[in-house]
């Protein structure tokens, strides 16, 4: 059983920066690096949770959805069992609670949505 927990929502202008983070914690082998591929999804008002960014275990791929690519940023730190998300000239559109994610399956398995653990979101709200 995996714990994710988010922090780093918050609101910004048009253009601004925010940094997200995850920190993942095995429940039963706690002190462990999780070694699952982990991600982050997003969840707009009226709108199905999307995929944004994952990453692998060792760092080595990482997947972007084409809405975040070029903007967005993952980085995964298995010293510290933590996923970060670094998103730069941000858009109204990008408002949505960001949700962390971890899949027992791929890093493919991941982009497709098939999540196996949660975290409880956190929001971010792009706005003038």
């Known amino acids: 059983q995996v714990s994710l927990v988010e922090s780093g929502g918050g609101s910004v202008q048009p253009g601004g920066s925010l940094r997200l983070s995850c920190v993942a914690s095995e429940r039963i082998t706690s002190g462990e690096s999780i070694t699952y591929p982990l991600g982050w999804f997003r969840q707009a008002p009226g709108k199905e949770r999307e995929f944004v960014a994952g990453v692998n275990w060792s760092g080595s791929r990482r997947y972007y959805s084409d809405a975040v690519k070029d903007r967005f940023s993952i980085v995964r730190d298995n010293a510290k069992n933590t996923v970060s998300l670094q998103m730069n000239s941000l858009k109204p559109a990008d408002t949505a609670v960001y949700y962390c994610?971890?899949?027992?399956?791929?890093?493919?398995?991941?982009?497709?949505?098939?999540?196996?653990?949660w975290g409880q979101g956190t929001q971010v709200t792009v706005s003038s």
């Open positions: 994610a971890a899949s027992r399956d791929d890093l493919t398995a991941l982009e497709r949505g098939n999540a196996d653990y």
